[in-house]
């Protein structure tokens, strides 16, 4: 199976731009997609398919990828964005998922 | 838009196995592929296995590697409900579980649009 791997943890200044990246072997073949979660919350989808926003999302969230990296970036960050982001994609072995570890955001 | 809501905390000793279920509303059950998603306290998400309806039929469960031989997902359909029974229980088993929803599950872009709010279950002596 393939494994996604993300940095544990990337701060940001209010107002600044960030990048949170996930590396991995299915991110060649398959979109990753992106999740918030707060303390004490499920998480919620902010990025899909070829950077796709579900419905409420605020449009400084975007996502990329390049080779086997997708990235997903927050433009003029704000606090409320302070949260852990996760990626997943389809894993290699059909009908299988994977997720990263996970990339704690702090505002500053 | 898809609501899951899930069954209540559990507590369980080591050993043992904890059954959680995941009621569906919102659009046709057996359109809705469900996996199943755990994570441990101040640790990520893990895909543990997920089942995939085609023609509106649900086939085999798929299972993660780090589960197989202890967790069985199944639904039935006559209450919406999606089902994930861990055994043999052990105390890293302590975690938060979460049935979810899997959009566009055979193509590219496909993301894990819905999701319950999350199980709790401990394993303690």
């Known amino acids: 199976s393939s494994e996604l791997t993300q940095d544990p943890a990337v701060s940001v200044a209010l107002g600044q731009t960030v990048r949170i990246t996930c590396q991995g072997d299915?991110?060649?073949?398959?979109?990753a997609s992106w999740y918030q979660q707060k303390p004490g919350q499920a998480p919620v989808l902010v990025i899909y398919?070829?950077?796709k926003r579900p419905s409420g999302i605020p449009d400084r969230f975007s996502g990329s990828t390049s080779g086997n990296t997708a990235s997903l970036t927050i433009t003029g960050a704000q606090a409320e964005d302070e949260a852990d982001y996760h990626c997943?994609?389809?894993?290699?072995?059909?009908?299988?998922?994977?997720f990263g570890g996970g990339t704690k955001l702090t505002v500053l | 838009q898809v609501q899951l809501v899930q069954s209540g905390a559990e507590v369980k000793k080591p050993g043992s196995s904890v059954r959680v279920s995941c009621k569906a509303s919102?659009?046709?059950?057996?359109?809705?592929?469900i996996s199943w998603v755990r994570q441990a306290p101040g640790q990520g998400l893990e895909w543990m296995g997920g089942?995939?309806?085609?023609?509106?039929?649900?086939?085999?469960?798929?299972?993660a590697q780090n589960f197989q031989g202890r967790v069985t997902i199944n639904a039935d359909e006559s209450t919406s409900t999606a089902y994930m029974e861990l055994s043999r229980l052990r105390s890293e088993d302590t975690a938060l579980y979460y049935c979810?929803?899997?959009?566009?599950?055979f193509g590219a872009g496909s993301f894990f649009g819905s999701w319950g709010q999350g199980t709790l279950v401990t394993v303690s002596s």
């Open positions: 089942i995939i309806p085609v023609s509106g039929i649900f086939g085999t469960p798929n299972y």
């Open positions: 299915s991110l060649r073949s398959y979109y």
């Open positions: 398919g070829q950077n």
């Open positions: 997943n994609s389809r894993d290699t072995i059909a009908n299988h998922w994977v």
């Open positions: 919102g659009d046709t059950f057996s359109r809705l592929a």
């Open positions: 979810a929803r899997v959009s566009e599950p």
